[in-house]
């Protein structure tokens, strides 16, 4: 049996020669991808560029839904233009208050309002200032009084002591003064603190007058884009082709709406905007709501409504819901190991993706 063996090993030395010489240079990562049972099976995908194409389609990817509620009301409109459209209106007033019937008189409520406030922060620096000062003068002649005092308890000579009660006195009297020339501030600062009061209280109570308050119900959408993504956006491993790095723009808000109807079913009705408070202020036509004050006030809720959103953690969950559905994406089509990363974070999120 031996001797057989001897045999066939002579008669095919070749055979055996090349097979040891197959495993030697695959050992030494030398031969080719295709040929090395050592190396992993290149992917059988479509090049970088075609890649990206294929994904940019995709577009915009929604991850991430946010649903609402929200209130917003006329004089947040009326605050935005006093805001970002003084000078506008300051160009045509006329037409603003044709647009908004309601906009001169607040304007000129809040003027006052805001005339007094500013008084009021002006004066409240100036008075702290100034109670910092008394304080400090009192504290200065109350340790000059003791100092006194014990000065005149311990004087033997009948001058040295009718002089300290002199001084004495005279203290006193500056003491009384300090104490009257502060109240005349302290009242001075009373009075412009009820004026401010008084003007507060009522534009407050005027914006209760004249008000239209909406109800918004709604959903916003956020996302990435992937229609910019590039070349350098997307790594592949030459080495190892089943690893894929992938930098993608952060989640934004992609889109926001309020539907006429929330819900509409046969048992079900909501309204996406829903009139919660309408108060005219008057039974003069004029003083009626436009239709830009109607229509600026649902874009106001749309607006608060993406706040609401981004508060709640909108921008948060489409990211951690991005990278799950890029790296499911990614296995989908043949790789193992993905790693994404959001353009305002260079920390690699890598995650193996088992079979």
Same mark, same amino acid.
């Given at each position: 049996?031996?001797?057989?063996?001897?045999?066939?090993?002579?008669?095919?030395?070749?055979?055996?020669?090349?097979?040891?010489?197959?495993?030697?240079?695959?050992?030494?990562?030398?031969?080719?991808?295709?040929?090395?049972?050592?190396?992993?099976?290149?992917?059988?995908?479509?090049?970088?560029?075609?890649?990206?194409?294929?994904?940019?389609?995709?577009?915009?990817?929604?991850?991430?839904?946010?649903?609402?509620?929200?209130?917003?009301?006329?004089? !947040?409109?009326?605050?935005?233009?006093?805001?970002?459209?003084?000078?506008?209106?300051?160009?045509?007033?006329?037409?603003?208050?044709?647009?908004?019937?309601?906009?001169?008189?607040?304007?000129?409520?809040?003027?006052?309002?805001?005339?007094?406030?500013? !008084?009021?922060?002006?004066?409240?620096?100036?008075?702290?200032?100034?109670?910092?000062?008394?304080?400090?003068?009192l504290e200065t002649y109350k340790d000059d009084d003791k100092k006194l005092k014990d000065d005149i308890a311990m004087a033997t000579d009948g001058k040295e002591k009718k002089q300290l009660e002199t001084r004495n006195n005279v203290l006193i009297g500056n003491i009384q003064s300090e104490n009257k020339a502060f109240e005349s501030i302290k009242n001075n600062f009373k009075n412009i603190s009820n004026d401010y009061t008084e003007k507060r209280v009522d534009f407050w109570e005027s914006r209760k007058k004249r008000n239209l308050v909406y109800i918004g119900r709604g959903w916003v959408k956020a996302g990435i884009n992937l229609k910019n993504l590039t070349e350098d956006d997307i790594i592949i491993d030459e080495d190892d082709s089943v690893s894929i790095q992938i930098l993608i723009s952060d989640p934004v808000i992609l889109d926001a709406d309020i539907n006429p109807w929330f819900i509409y079913t046969d048992d079900k009705k909501v309204k996406g905007y829903e009139v919660f408070m309408a108060k005219t202020g008057s039974i003069l036509s004029d003083k009626n709501f436009t239709d830009k004050e109607v229509t600026q006030l649902k874009i106001k809720c749309k607006e608060k409504l993406k706040i609401d959103a981004l508060e709640k953690g909108l921008l948060k969950n489409a990211s951690s819901s991005a990278t799950k559905t890029l790296e499911n994406f990614f296995r989908l089509i043949g790789f193992k190991k993905v790693s994404v990363r959001f353009k305002s974070n260079t920390k690699l999120v890598v995650k193996e993706v088992s079979s």
């Open positions: 049996m031996m001797l057989k063996i001897s045999n066939f090993i002579r008669k095919y030395w070749f055979i055996f020669l090349a097979i040891g010489l197959y495993f030697l240079l695959a050992a030494l990562n030398i031969l080719p991808r295709g040929i090395n049972i050592f190396k992993k099976q290149k992917l059988v995908i479509d090049n970088t560029p075609v890649l990206i194409k294929e994904i940019k389609e995709l577009g915009e990817l929604t991850t991430c839904e946010f649903y609402g509620e929200v209130y917003a009301d006329l004089n !947040e409109v009326y605050d935005d233009l006093i805001e970002n459209s003084k000078d506008s209106i300051s160009m045509n007033p006329d037409a603003y208050f044709q647009e908004y019937s309601g906009l001169e008189d607040y304007m000129s409520k809040f003027s006052g309002y805001k005339n007094k406030e500013l !008084e009021f922060n002006s004066a409240s620096v100036k008075y702290e200032a100034q109670l910092s000062e008394h304080i400090k003068k």
